[in-house]
């Protein structure tokens, strides 16, 4: 329908309702019209309960059920509850026990596949298993941006660029969406930091937030077509953000047009009066949205009896709506869909495949990857990642499927989640294919020999047969970084690796120079201190369950990495551009963090100040070698098209991705140097050459102005766009005219 005309029939329909908001309905006189007799669009069905409802039936909808993680059921009006489930790696708490799903690799591996047909497939295959196990809301994606490394929850996100982190939010949540589940994207907003997640005020200028913090969620609405969106815990701009009128009221529904609701996050509502800010449903239990709460705010003044009424009233409307759309009001529909595998070989399929993609090659000195399986004889695996181990317990003594099994205990592996509590999804079949040792030790063939050594590094210092086992290694594969103990919710973690991580890769590399470092984490670790002693450097985000076959595959050869780096690694922590601001100070009794650094955050701020990442934004080797050319613009309108040739110059194929970063000369207002706007990952036969055109739309050269509260294009200005490997490895440059 003509986008006004639905305005139109939306304003009659609320016109209608809001005529019945005064009364009770005299339910003993009219017939009783059933969710799934209601007639005509979403928005009509909704008013049509809507209007049947008592205002305690309707006050019952905006807080969960005993469970926790359902709506209520009116069941005199047929409306049934509707289930939620966390994400976003996966369904982890599914109802009537059926938790166990497939554990996908976390939302920054995703991102750094820089494959939005990867994204498809992810949403499409947790939407699948949401819907196998009778989940309506999957709580996920998570799309808050990469502002510092040390956020505990970067693992789950999309990275620090926001047109990367919206293009992949964007086909997540359409895929999830078009399986009759609605995908909550989380969390809104600015919960760009774990401490003090509960109380801090971020304060952030309306420019970047609009160019940096908010994208990804308006992806999420105006491409995603998502319909529910789930508030953070924190503040912004001095009210937090479930009572945040600016978020939830202006910029959600007034600036994008949003029809759906807002849930609140766990406990993150924290006054009666959220719901006139655009709160819609708390969760998990109704500690502010109950009427005891509405009536003691309206005695004591702090709101009208008559504007909490039409607001419940709204705020039901759009719980109903929403329900509608998907279906989950239609006769015969089904909670759960038991037409679809519970252990899906299509979501194994895709979590691989992801996988595949996610693994950043940061470090390859003289080719010393990928290992030749005919000159191979011998590999050795230390670190406290290569095997899957229970929440940071000690690996198994001789490590393997056996001592794992014995030690799990239901947790799952710091390879396969990363993070803990609401992030993670255990895993159900081809769990040892998330191991690294196990999965080497089945690539490598009959010839060779995979050992892990449960060591740490002053064992290998003290004990001359155990460093004589590494000595005498063809290659010793490290693996270190992060686990759901130490990278999870409510808490930052370190930037630098734990000393002992770092020492045994010294102790390793003293032994034998071959070494191989394969780090977990979600974004940024610490790796200057030791670069030196490695060989070569993966950084391997947490994989999911597959990530031991992508990690073994990309060892041999039989994958060529094409993951790059979604946010950009500090050589140290000091040097990031918001390390300053962070953790902020304490204002009134108000953790406070202010985002001074602005625009000038992640590469943006690198490039602002002249310093050098260590990895930059956009990196990631590869075997193989590519060559760019026929660099072209041409403007048509307001687009812009780039054209250029990619040819693969090596030996072997591979895929490199194509960036596009677009900055502009002499804006009135600062600008960074260059801001992503566009990239096209293309896989390539050795030879091989593809011409490839990408169009930039107007959007891709318009900034937030403060004074017009709109994106705005400064006519008459010169652009330059820049095709590049990686954020400092620009391969051409062409300037034009706006
Ligand atoms: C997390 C959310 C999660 C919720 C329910 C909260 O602690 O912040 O992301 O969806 O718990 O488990």
Known sequence: MHRKATLALLAATIALQ??????????????????????????????????????????????????QFSTKPIERLGIPSFRMADGPTGVRNGPNGLTTGCAFPCGSALAATWNPDLATAYGKAVGLEARARGVQFQLGPGVNICRVPVNGRNFEYFGEDPFLAAAITANWTKACSDQGVVPTVKHFAANNQELERDYVDAIIDERVLQEIYLPAFKKAVQAGGTVAIMCSYNRVNGHYASNNNYLQNEVLRGMWGFKGMVMSDWGASHSPDD????????????????NSR????????????????????????????????????????????????????DSHATALAVAREAIVLLKNADNFLPLDRARVRKIVLLGPNATRVANGAPAPAGGGVEGRRALRGGSSAPNVGGGGSSCVTPFSSHDDDGDYYASIKKLAGDKISVTYLPTTASQLASDSALAGQVAEADAVVVVVGFNRGSETESFDRAFDLPAEHVALIRAASKANPHVLVITNGGAGVGIAPWQENAAAIMHAYYLG?????????ALFGDLNPSGRLCSTFDAKWEDNPAFPYYPGTNQNGVPTEPYTEGLFYGYRGYDKSGKAPLYPFGYGLSYTTFELSNFKLDKLGADVTVSFDLKNTGRLAGAQVVQLYVGEQGCPLPRPVRELKGFAKIALKPGESAHRQIILHKDAFAYWSPEKKDWTVDAGKSFSIEAAFSERDIKAKADIDM
């Open 275 to 290: 719901i006139l800010k655009g709160l819609d449903l708390e969760m998990p239990t109704g500690e502010n949205l109950n």
């Open 545 to 553: 369950q597959a990530g031991g076959i992508a990690v073994a595959e």
């Open 18 to 67: 809001s005529a019945a908001w005064s009364a009770e309905p005299s339910s003993s006189v009219a017939p009783i019209i059933l969710a799934q007799d209601t007639k005509g669009t979403p928005d009509e069905r909704a008013a049509q309960l809507v209007r049947q409802m008592t205002y305690a039936e309707k006050v019952s909808l905006l807080s969960a059920d005993a469970d």
């Open 294 to 345: 509405f009536e003691q705010a309206i005695a004591a003044g702090k709101m009208k009896d008559a504007e909490l009424r039409a607001a419940v009233d709204v705020s039901v409307q759009r719980l109903l709506r929403t329900a509608a759309a998907v279906g989950w009001l239609d006769a015969g529909w089904k909670r759960r869909d038991e037409s679809l595998p519970l252990d899906s070989a």
